[in-house]
């Protein structure tokens, strides 16, 4: 008999759910026990698994799991919680939630995670610890501005130049980590589109190239969902996505707007003129200039400047 495994995942625990049998265990989210998981499943037949995406904590599990054959499928929190309550269950305990994935492994279409390659992985750390330094400098500059105090502001200056000289490092290391990760990438060629966009392209949106147009927007965060009822005919609105992805996407496409003579902003503008908010607006470009990356990387050439956008 099959044995579908949900995972919820903390920072020292996991809770492991069987479904159908509806018992749980818990193993030390260490690589003991994630070796001791291992040994647990080995003698069942699991065709699927659940696990929650929990920040970070779930891709040591996740790794080892992969590794050894199993199909796994990282869910974000919500899915998991929306699903719980369609069932009727609104208790909420770490057992009861690897329940829950258990469950869900055995309803939900797989999606099994790929482990990425060293190299990727590597970019995704630098790419993501630059992005900390970025925002703990940028909050610092705040304080800065709302502290009187001497000594207080030569500190707050110190952390700032700190701060900064991380940042040029990770810079650095950022465009070797590129390089290694993806030799003929040519994202540069794209306009608005620099050395950390690229970068973050390369570590956090592998799919590039390989879904629709339809797929790749939704997977980024930038496809519009209907919300119609009866007569009612609301606002489509962007939902989900990868935010990581998405925020560089806003910086590279607010940089293409403004590069002058681009296609991205005659139609920013063309909108604009239409009587679209600059939010509406902005997204519409967004979910544009994604949807030509991927086919240009689809097709394997550089970036030509379309007519129309």
Known sequence: MSIHVGIDTGKSMLDV???????????????????????????????HIAIEATGGY?????????????????????????????????????????QILARMAAQVTPQPYEVPAPERAELAELVRCRLQMVSQRDDNK????QTQLAAAQQA????????SVQIRELDRRIATATKAADPASRLREVPGVGPVVEATLIAYLPELGRLT????????????????????????????????????????????IRTK???????????????????????????CL??????????????????TV
């Not at 707050?156 to 701060?163: S, T, W």
């Not at 927007?217 to 009866?230: I, K, R």
């Not at 003579?261 to 997204?283: E, H, I, P, T």
């Open 261 to 287: 003579g681009s296609a991205l902003g005659q139609r920013y503008r063309a909108l604009r003129a239409r009587g679209k908010v600059a939010k509406v607006a902005l997204v519409a470009c967004m979910r």
């Open 58 to 98: 779930e891709r040591g599990v996740v790794d080892a799991l992969v590794q050894a054959g199993y199909c796994v499928t990282r869910l974000a929190s919500h899915r998991a919680t929306a699903y719980a309550r369609a069932m009727g269950t609104f208790a909420k305990s770490d057992a009861l939630d690897a």
């Open 213 to 256: 147009r339809r797929q790749i927007a939704a997977l980024v965060g930038v496809a519009p969902y209907v919300d119609q009822s009866g007569r009612r005919d609301g606002p489509r609105r962007v939902r989900a996505g990868r935010w990581i992805v998405r925020r560089a996407i806003y910086m590279a496409t607010w940089a293409a």
């Open 142 to 145: 705040r304080r800065l501005l």
């Open 290 to 307: 994604i949807t030509a990356i991927n086919a240009m990387v689809r097709a394997q050439v550089g970036w030509r400047q379309p007519a």
């Open 17 to 47: 759910g069987f479904y159908p049998d509806r018992r749980c265990e818990r193993f030390a989210n260490t690589p003991e026990g994630h070796r001791a998981l291992l040994l647990a499943l080995a003698p069942l037949d699991v065709p």
């Open 156 to 163: 707050l200056r110190g952390m700032i130049e700190a701060a």
